[in-house]
């Protein structure tokens, strides 16, 4: 079946660095990938998403790259700020199966 | 964007108890889910429900129950809750086979 992991846990990075966090997949039929936030308390939220013909795509200080042939993703956060500590978790979709990873807890310090 | 909520934030019960958690969608989507998320865990799918009145088991199905009578409520339920049921429960809509929305959880402690 698929697994979705290898991030790191935990994440710490300086106010105003740039944040990368990683994910790798295992099935290579997904068509489609997205990164959700999920803050203390709280219930995942959609950041971004991507499709399995895009190697890149960015957003509003967010950008996710996918490398299929090693089977990586990534959410880079430019410019990090206090409201960007939360978990980070992949997902990864084929037809409507979802597949999550295990999260990256990122912390800011101001 | 769908808006899902479910019934309650915290909860805290008795081992043994039969337990409710309920997750009402506010559109008409056929796919929910029921996930449980644990520290270094990640989510874990318990059920999965296609339409109304069908269901399919996830991962973890063991010591849970669903019921789906209508298309907009889709309900957990703990036939006997135990300690290791302790957890984050998220409910939540697939759309269009691309998009999950989710609920904001309910942390059930069972003592």
């Known amino acids: 079946g698929e697994s979705v992991g290898l991030h790191l846990p935990t994440l710490s990075v300086q106010e105003g660095d740039n944040s990368i966090i990683n994910c790798a997949y295992s099935n290579s039929a997904s068509d489609y990938f997205i990164w959700y936030k999920q803050e203390s308390g709280k219930g995942p939220q959609f950041i971004i998403d991507i499709r399995s013909n895009m190697d890149k795509r960015q957003g509003q200080r967010v950008t996710v790259l996918l490398n299929k042939t090693v089977k990586h993703l990534s959410l880079q956060i430019a410019a990090t700020q206090p409201g960007d500590s939360a978990v980070y978790f992949c997902?990864?979709?084929?037809?409507?199966?979802?597949?999550f990873g295990t999260g990256t807890s990122l912390t800011v310090i101001p | 964007d769908v808006k899902v909520t479910q019934s309650s934030r915290y909860l805290v019960k008795r081992t043994g108890e039969k337990v409710f958690l309920e997750c009402v969608q506010d559109m008409d989507h056929e796919n929910m889910f029921w996930y449980r998320q644990d520290p270094g865990l990640g989510l874990r799918l318990i059920y999965f429900s296609y339409d109304v009145k069908m269901k399919e088991k996830g991962d973890i199905p063991e010591g849970y129950s669903v019921s789906r009578e209508k298309k907009e409520r889709f309900s957990l339920i703990l036939e006997s809750a135990s300690t290791n049921q302790t957890s984050m429960y998220l409910c939540?809509?697939?759309?269009?086979?691309?998009?999950?929305?989710f609920g904001q959880g309910t942390r059930l402690t069972v003592v």
């Open positions: 939540g809509v697939i759309v269009m086979n691309t998009e999950a929305f």
């Open positions: 997902a990864s979709v084929h037809g409507n199966q979802f597949y």
